[in-house]
């Protein structure tokens, strides 16, 4: 109760997410004040706490039981107490759970768990005890023993049974052979002359071992895994009367290079030490730090297109980028990773590091080749595959298969070759879904190549760059808007999708559909059009035109002639004669500023205020006042057209004629108008319309 309960009645809720079947109580808060679990401000009378009630299964956890998992198909086995587990699935392969009493404790007949615990043992008994029975036997022939058990405080990182089997078989022969001096020092490489339980190994300390001062580079994830130079504490805390062991899952070698030393030494890596020294990250390599390094092998540099690698060479900012997107600013050891998990790279982009049962994944692929070379500032792993980061490529690599038709077409008809690597230019790369008409595909050629043109701009513009009412030039000489909404950024009448990206020379935003420039005036486009005669009509008895023919921004709403279907000559005339009520009803069709469709907040009602005063309620369907709307985002150089097939008029506006309000209700059917009297008889009463000319 107390984990859920904070300072404040607001977290409480915040914490609480019903992933099991549940059940509600109320609680006076009176009491949590009395039990001082709550502050006695900002506080309701009663909160409603939930209990998760989770489904009934015999739980194994009792007094003293430890779980070893298995993975299976695999060697790795993981030890833990009831809590603190891996939830029966580790690195994408299932893990087999047997339980057992932990070390120092033991079963008593007729009662549950493992209540009795064995004597407390030195650290030589403690060997046999968590079954690191290779580790004492070498004890014993090195005359390491009588050390251990005797007067001391130290902590020993026993490698297991399975450890020493995995070791190289020339390197334990040659420990074998000389135990008074190789395996002895060995073994005391592997210990601390104190006691540390792994509560105390702290993520980036380096303890110094009892063999020759050398360092062991201590790592605690948070995923709870502690690893000594990359070797994974598999069982740990087994206290002894001189100090605690800790079951390791490897041989622990000793460290005595960073990581630039590796990469100078390591006929295997010269590529990328080149690439390295080119970029002028060597001298970073060669300073202590914590990081990881997935370096590919000369292989991989050799899988690369032609030309590509002596291309960047020459461009130390791109080398740079493809260098750093390699480098991790903290140590990932191989052991550690259970699952995916997205890392940010020291070029600023991220990556995601996982596993498949044994083999560590890179972006979802098998490609390391050797894990876990450990130096005194990190650790290397060796892959096979140059990683490529956006930055170091060009802009028109940047394209992926959701925009194949747009990268296909700027090829055929030569605009990628005219786009260089030292020029910077933005691609407004539409999907392919949007080329799905046959007219598209088949235009002109010409024509085909001034619409791709309009999708190039002639400079870099990143998405944190643009703004609502910024002018980008096309390579075709035309200026697109830029529309920025709450969730939605436009530009013209095509909005973006997620997936924006930054090349080493431009940047590239993918579009919904084809970007239409706009050609002409709000009235131009109605005078086309030819539906919208009687609204046209309207606007100029009401003095309105300039709005359509000038410049600006605004949205408007147009009622077709179908709108006013029903309605005689004299109704016109009638609506014509008042022009303070035409004047209402026309400026309750504009808003000010463009809104297009794809700009619209999704599942909520967008709140849009009218040259009239009144707001409008719209939603991405488009439907405004409930009222459908047919045809949307017609684009105009001063604002955006959307057809609707009502007149719209403000549902809280009284009318106050009564052959205005007989007239109304024909041409107005959704909403109830009502008349306002006055003692002096029927008037009108309408808003001041400060907005017009």
């Known amino acids: 109760f107390n984990r859920f309960v904070s300072a404040s009645c607001e977290p409480l809720c915040a914490h609480i997410t019903p992933f099991f079947p549940f059940q509600h109580v109320l609680i006076p808060v009176s009491y949590l004040h009395s039990t001082t679990l709550l502050p006695s401000s900002h506080c309701p009378p009663f909160l409603l706490l939930t209990f998760f009630v989770l489904p009934h299964h015999p739980s194994p956890c009792r007094p003293n039981v430890c779980a070893l998992q298995q993975v299976l198909g695999t060697k790795k086995k993981y030890f833990s107490t009831c809590r603190n587990w891996y939830k029966g699935s580790i690195c994408g392969k299932k893990a087999q759970v047997i339980y057992e009493c932990c070390p120092g404790y033991m079963k008593l007949e007729g009662m549950k768990g493992c ?210 997107y390699h480098l991790l600013n903290s140590v990932q050891c191989s052991e550690a990773i259970m699952a995916g998990s997205v890392y940010e790279t020291a070029e600023g982009s991220t990556i995601e590091i996982g596993c498949d049962g044994d083999s560590v994944t890179v972006n979802g692929i098998k490609m390391v080749l050797k894990k876990d070379i450990v130096a005194t500032n990190g650790v290397i792993h060796l892959i096979d595959q140059v990683l490529i980061p956006d930055s170091a490529k060009e802009v028109t690599e940047l394209m992926g298969t959701s925009q194949s038709t747009f990268s296909d077409m700027v090829s055929e008809l030569g605009l990628a070759a005219a786009m260089g690597p030292k020029t910077e230019y933005t691609l407004l790369a539409p999907l392919n879904t949007a080329f799905t008409s046959e007219s598209a595909i088949s235009m002109d050629q010409n024509l085909l190549r001034i619409i791709l043109e309009n999708h190039i701009l002639k400079l870099k ?139 619209l907040e999704v599942g909520v009602t967008n709140l849009l205020k009218t040259l009239q005063g009144k707001n409008l309620q719209v939603n991405n369907s488009i439907h405004v006042n409930s009222v459908d709307v047919p045809g949307s985002d017609l684009m105009a150089t001063n604002g955006v057209i959307h057809v609707v097939k009502n007149v719209l008029y403000p549902a809280d506006l009284p009318v106050g004629r009564q052959d205005l309000l007989v007239l109304l209700k024909k041409l107005i059917r959704y909403i109830q108008i009502k008349v306002e009297k006055k003692k002096t008889g029927v008037t009108w009463e309408g808003p001041s319309l400060t907005l017009l000319r």
Request: net charge negative; proline share 3%.
């Open 115 to 324: 209540p009795a615990v064995a004597p407390i043992d030195h650290v030589y008994g403690t060997l046999g005890l968590v079954k690191a029975t290779t580790t004492q036997q070498y004890a014993d022939m090195s005359k390491l023993r009588e050390e251990i058990e005797g007067k001391g405080s130290f902590t020993m990182f026993a490698p297991s049974n399975d450890a020493w089997d995995e070791l190289d078989p020339a390197i334990r022969s040659a420990l074998v052979s000389n135990v008074n001096i190789e395996l002895y020092n060995a073994l005391h490489f592997h210990m601390v002359n104190r006691r540390l339980l792994t509560k105390d190994l702290k993520d980036g300390m380096t303890e110094t071992s009892m063999y020759n001062e050398l360092g062991l580079y201590i790592n605690h994830y948070p995923n709870g895994v502690v690893t000594v130079n990359c070797a994974r504490i598999i069982h740990g805390n087994q206290v002894a009367t001189n100090g605690v062991v800790h079951v390791v899952d490897r041989v622990i070698t000793s460290v005595s290079n960073n990581i630039k030393e590796v990469l100078d030494v390591n006929d295997e890596l010269s590529s990328f030490n080149a690439a390295a020294l080119a970029s002028g990250m060597m001298d970073k390599l060669d300073r202590p730090g914590h990081f990881t390094l997935f370096a590919p092998t000369n292989e991989a540099f050799d899988k690369l297109s032609p030309g590509y690698l002596e291309r960047i060479m020459g461009n130390k900012a791109v080398i740079a980028a493809l260098v750093n």
């Open 461 to 599: 513009v990143t998405l944190s760059e643009l703004y609502n009412g910024q002018l980008l030039e096309t390579l075709a000489g035309k200026l697109l808007r830029v529309f920025i909404y709450r969730t939605a950024v436009c530009i013209e009448n095509s909005c973006m999708v997620r997936g924006s990206k930054e090349g080493s020379n431009g940047a590239l935003h993918l579009m919904r559909s084809l970007i239409t420039p706009a050609k002409k005036t709000m009235y131009e486009l109605l005078i086309a059009d030819g539906r919208f005669k009687i609204f046209l009509s309207l606007m100029e008895t009401a003095g309105l035109t300039d709005l359509l023919k000038e410049g600006g921004s605004y949205t408007i709403f147009a009622p077709t002639d179908d709108a006013f279907d029903g309605l005689t000559r004299e109704d016109l005339d009638v609506l014509k004669r008042d022009i303070t009520t035409l004047r209402t009803i026309l400026l309750y069709h504009f808003s000010n500023g463009i809104f297009i469709n794809g700009g």
